[in-house]
């Protein structure tokens, strides 16, 4: 009996030894080219460094300049949150539509989902580009939709007004990605609730309230956790469109662009560092509540069935 317990412990242990052997790849990655450089930036965030000098140590004095005096700070935290307080929930909401279409039973439907994600893979420079072409003022093919209808397209980038929506609504072409996560989702709903409500006299409206969306709950969770993280890090897009600016007037500025010009445009790391280590404590901040208030509204298929 004791050489059988034995046996299973050397079993469970040379099983173990032989995952960390296959995952250390990924570990010693993590350690040596994420792990340190996060240090280094925490260090940094304290210090004033040109790239050039060696780097000074200044205490606060990044993060009280940071609040304090730099209204280009407040501007890029204000874009951010403009951003992603619209991006987040129009790209949920279409990316469940769009779901929901690609979750019928159609010939065609495979051709469908193929093209609906095809944007989510393309390239950020690539897409950009498209979209800078699709929203040229004088040729762009969105302001020729509208002229068919008589309306007089704006200026999109070029205008302060609709500089951000143009961005918002570049993000949502690339739905397709969450559309596939949500597609999973709906396919792994039991039938026999829809059949059961079905019986009840339940409608599309009713199995849709009561059913699909209570049983996507996990996933709208996981969608809304990334995206909000991802929204918090736009940066490629922005880039591109406005040539690394923020314009015009400072109205495309996000956070990530306002940390790269002060990294590699100013050579300010140290500011730079201070300024990443905030977008961080903001990320967290607002996973955190995600995490605190998700009892209330994420449902799981066991708890359901109780």
Not at 79 to 102: C, D, E, K, Q, R
Not at 206 to 232: A, C, E, Y
Request: aromatic fraction near 16%.
């Amino acid at each position: 009996m004791e050489n059988v317990k034995r046996s299973k412990i050397s079993m469970s242990t040379h099983e173990a030894i032989w995952g960390y052997v296959f995952l250390s790849p990924w570990i010693l990655g993590m350690i040596f080219f994420v792990g340190g450089p996060i240090i280094a930036s925490l260090i940094l965030s304290f210090c004033e460094w040109d790239l050039i000098q060696p780097p000074k140590f200044i205490g606060l004095d990044n993060f009280i300049k940071m609040f304090t005096t730099d209204k280009r700070f407040w501007t890029s935290l204000y874009n951010t949150f403009y951003y992603t307080v619209l991006s987040v929930p129009l790209g949920i909401i279409g990316s469940i539509l769009v779901a929901l279409l690609m979750n019928q039973k159609w010939k065609t439907v495979r051709l469908l989902r193929t093209i609906y994600y095809l944007p989510s893979v393309t390239a950020g420079v690539a897409s950009a580009i498209i979209w800078m072409w699709l929203l040229n003022p004088d040729f762009g093919l969105v302001n020729y939709a509208l002229s068919l209808f008589g309306i007089k397209g704006p200026l999109w980038l070029a205008d302060e007004v609709w500089s951000k929506p143009a961005l918002i609504i570049m993000g949502l072409w690339g739905v397709g990605g969450n559309m596939i996560i949500y597609l999973a989702g709906l396919q792994g709903i039991p039938q026999q609730l829809y059949e059961a409500a079905e019986i009840d006299g339940a409608g599309l409206w009713g199995k849709f309230r009561h059913i699909t969306i209570p049983m996507l709950t996990p996933v709208i969770f996981f969608n809304l956790i990334m995206s909000i993280v991802w929204s918090f890090q736009i940066f490629t897009q922005v880039y591109v469109m406005t040539g690394g600016q923020g314009g015009p007037s400072d109205s495309t500025l996000v956070l990530v662009l306002y940390i790269y010009q002060h990294a590699f445009k100013f050579h300010n790391m140290g500011y730079a560092s201070a300024l990443a280590w905030v977008l961080f404590i903001i990320i967290l901040i607002f996973t955190l509540i995600q995490f605190k208030f998700a009892g209330g509204w994420v449902h799981y298929e066991g708890e359901l069935k109780k």
